[in-house]
């Protein structure tokens, strides 16, 4: 059985923790990760029979019965990941009837999985059926967008735009638009559920006040899909309060979903 702090899933999960980490994205313990394993490589480095213990889920997910999660710890803080990854992290599946998690590996502590645990399974199912490829749900909570919550309309197609407006890349890397959801108590199935309904039609969810959600196939596309949109409430964090003389228009909007072969969520481009 080969050592699972060499396997590639694991190393690049420190990575982007602790680029995440680094970005300012998770003070304390804010933020969460859980990244779909497939069983053949989570066989190389575990003993798929060596359950250490089961924890109930709260919730049923048959949907993603049999299925493998690294998954960061509830109260956890991403900037020790690094230093101690079978504490902070834990690899689980979920059991055939859909309402509990085996841990395999990690919580070493007598930890948890996050407890926003609902709002990543919830989303995994929804991201799954429009892409079987999406093996992660990303929270965290950056200062700009978070910022931007406060100030700006939370329509969500206002919000896209204006978000759009603010570099030119943006349309290409999310031209399905940004989510977003109004405050709401964290941590319940009540918001896994209204994350996963956002999920179908977006890849970023916002939740206004509190932080964002990510969905994407590997870490490093889900990074930069919230690094990107970060980048973009930034840029209007710097400009709100000034008078604007320039913008990027519909018609060069337009323009760039002709050059990247992208096509701009229906109805938010005139
Ligand atoms: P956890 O420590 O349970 O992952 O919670 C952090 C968080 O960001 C809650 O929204
Ligand atoms: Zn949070």
Same mark, same amino acid.
């Given at each position: 059985m080969k050592d699972i702090l060499t396997a590639p899933f694991m190393v690049e999960m420190i990575r982007t923790t602790t680029e995440m980490y680094r970005h300012g994205w =998770?003070?304390?313990?804010?933020g969460n990760v859980s990244l779909l394993l497939e069983e053949k490589d989570v066989a190389e480095y575990l003993d798929?029979?060596?359950?250490l213990r089961t924890e109930p889920v709260?919730?049923?997910?048959?949907?993603?019965?049999?299925k493998y999660f690294l998954v960061t710890g509830t109260g956890k803080y991403f900037k020790n990941i690094q230093y101690a990854p079978d504490v902070n992290l834990g690899l689980l599946r979920i059991t055939s009837d859909g309402d509990k998690a085996e841990i395999l590996?990690?919580?070493? =502590?007598g930890g948890r999985f996050t407890s926003e645990f609902p709002a990543h399974m919830m989303s995994h199912i929804a991201r799954l059926s429009a892409d079987s490829e999406n093996h992660v749900v990303m929270h965290c909570h950056p200062a700009n967008l978070l910022a931007m919550t406060y100030v700006h309309s939370l329509d969500e197609k206002a919000f896209t735009r204006t978000l759009w407006q603010m570099c030119t890349e943006c349309i290409v890397v999310f031209p399905d638009g940004v989510n977003v959801l109004p405050w709401m108590l964290c941590g319940t199935n009540e918001i896994g559920e209204a994350t996963a309904e956002k999920m179908n039609t977006a890849r970023l969810v916002v939740w206004s006040q509190h932080g964002i959600y990510g969905a994407g196939k590997d870490l490093d596309e889900t990074f930069g899909l919230i690094e990107t949109a970060e980048k973009a409430a930034e840029i209007y964090m710097k400009i709100a309060h000034l008078p604007l003389v320039n913008t990027i228009t519909d018609e060069q909007l337009h323009l760039l979903e002709g050059r990247f072969g992208v096509k701009a969520r229906d109805g938010y481009l005139n």
């Amino acid at each position: 059985m080969k050592d699972i702090l060499t396997a590639p899933f694991m190393v690049e999960m420190i990575r982007t923790t602790t680029e995440m980490y680094r970005h300012g994205w =998770d003070e304390r313990n804010g933020g969460n990760v859980s990244l779909l394993l497939e069983e053949k490589d989570v066989a190389e480095y575990l003993d798929l029979n060596k359950v250490l213990r089961t924890e109930p889920v709260g919730f049923k997910a048959p949907e993603l019965a049999g299925k493998y999660f690294l998954v960061t710890g509830t109260g956890k803080y991403f900037k020790n990941i690094q230093y101690a990854p079978d504490v902070n992290l834990g690899l689980l599946r979920i059991t055939s009837d859909g309402d509990k998690a085996e841990i395999l590996w990690g919580y070493s =502590d007598g930890g948890r999985f996050t407890s926003e645990f609902p709002a990543h399974m919830m989303s995994h199912i929804a991201r799954l059926s429009a892409d079987s490829e999406n093996h992660v749900v990303m929270h965290c909570h950056p200062a700009n967008l978070l910022a931007m919550t406060y100030v700006h309309s939370l329509d969500e197609k206002a919000f896209t735009r204006t978000l759009w407006q603010m570099c030119t890349e943006c349309i290409v890397v999310f031209p399905d638009g940004v989510n977003v959801l109004p405050w709401m108590l964290c941590g319940t199935n009540e918001i896994g559920e209204a994350t996963a309904e956002k999920m179908n039609t977006a890849r970023l969810v916002v939740w206004s006040q509190h932080g964002i959600y990510g969905a994407g196939k590997d870490l490093d596309e889900t990074f930069g899909l919230i690094e990107t949109a970060e980048k973009a409430a930034e840029i209007y964090m710097k400009i709100a309060h000034l008078p604007l003389v320039n913008t990027i228009t519909d018609e060069q909007l337009h323009l760039l979903e002709g050059r990247f072969g992208v096509k701009a969520r229906d109805g938010y481009l005139n």
